[in-house]
């Protein structure tokens, strides 16, 4: 079986491809840079309508910041 995930290295491969530092992307989506830093380092994971924000504010498609896992959490 095969589930969603944040991908988070993704986020910070569109965050730099697309020349937004952290606290520029914190302060499109109204967040503290921290969070950012939490995400992009594997602390936390954004809720998915924070992961839709994070798409609008890096002008890409939210499916660009998922992958696939498979059902033990492994990313294929």
Same mark, same amino acid.
């Given at each position: 079986?095969?589930?969603?995930?944040?991908?988070?290295?993704?986020?910070?491969? *569109?965050?730099?491809?697309?020349? *937004?530092?952290?606290?520029?992307?914190?302060?499109?989506? !109204?967040?503290?840079?921290?969070?950012?830093?939490?995400?992009?380092?594997?602390? /936390?994971?954004? #809720?998915? !309508?924070?992961?839709?924000?994070?798409?609008?504010? #890096?002008? *890409?498609?939210?499916?660009? #910041?998922?992958?696939?896992?498979? /059902?033990?959490?492994? *990313?294929?």
């Amino acid at each position: 079986m095969q589930a969603l995930a944040f991908d988070r290295a993704a986020m910070r491969r *569109v965050r730099e491809q697309h020349g *937004v530092d952290r606290r520029q992307l914190a302060d499109r989506i !109204g967040r503290h840079i921290s969070s950012i830093q939490r995400w992009e380092y594997g602390h /936390k994971t954004p #809720l998915l !309508g924070t992961i839709g924000e994070i798409a609008d504010a #890096l002008g *890409v498609d939210y499916t660009e #910041l998922i992958t696939r896992t498979d /059902k033990a959490g492994g *990313v294929e």
